[in-house]
């Protein structure tokens, strides 16, 4: 559904992505895996062209994303929950929920409030909060909600567990589960590997922009040294 190949990706002078290259199935919850630093956001970006690589290809259902506006990639069925939140603070959980809104998207599972907040009882609760009255793992959540009222075939999540009480962890790893069931495919950023073991099927490690591992998470756990060598603290 989604091929990262040979994407190099530059901030001026600083080679951030090397080569990197990676394929995400249909229906697949893939982790990005990798020390902080690693590169794991800017390949976010990278695929959702907020930042634009020098070179390489990104195809989302065999279309081009390099150089496209990045609302054309939305348009184009992609969800993105960037790690700094960015709810609009001023505006009530309906409010930010509305401002996500898009048409009904074919092949999409087509959300409503109603759904979001059986998702996320938490919100439900707060429906008339302002996003800046809200905790850091509700801010979480309703980012998500907010991208989920987008209808996306593809979701990229950068960093959910960072930063959140742990009960919102355990909710988080539910919500994801519950995404892929309905048929959603998640790309998922983290350096929790103990998150991205309860929800991932396949994981990509990368160190300084390049791909250290590529493989399932039984083949992951079969390897300690990578773990040892490209995850540990």
Do not use: C
Not at 88 to 116: K, S, Y
């Amino acid at each position: 559904m989604l091929e990262v190949s040979g994407i190099n990706t530059l901030y001026g002078k600083a080679h951030v992505l090397r080569d990197l290259a990676f394929p995400v199935a249909r229906g697949q919850v893939v982790a990005l895996l990798g020390r902080n630093g690693a590169g794991k956001s800017t390949t976010m970006k990278s695929i959702m062209q907020l930042v634009r690589p020098a070179s390489g290809s990104i195809t989302f259902q065999g279309e081009q994303l390099i150089g496209l506006p990045s609302h054309k990639v939305a348009k184009m069925g992609l969800g993105y929950v960037p790690e700094d939140r960015r709810v609009f603070t001023d505006l009530t959980v309906m409010e930010n929920l509305i401002v996500g809104q898009q048409p009904p998207r074919e092949g999409a599972v087509t959300w409503t409030q109603d759904m979001l907040f059986d998702l996320f009882p938490n919100l439900a609760e707060r429906r008339g909060n302002r996003g800046k009255a809200l905790s850091g793992g509700e801010q979480q959540m309703l980012t998500i909600a907010r991208t989920l009222m987008g209808n996306p075939l593809f979701v990229l999540l950068d960093e959910p567990s960072e930063g959140v009480a742990p009960v919102i962890v355990e909710q988080m790893a539910r919500v994801i589960k519950q995404l892929k069931s309905e048929g959603l495919t998640v790309l998922l950023s983290e350096q929790n590997l103990h998150f991205a073991q309860a929800v991932a099927d396949r994981a990509v490690i990368i160190e300084s922009g390049e791909a250290m591992f590529e493989g399932t998470l039984a083949e992951l756990n079969a390897q300690p040294e990578v773990r040892d060598a490209y995850l540990a603290a």
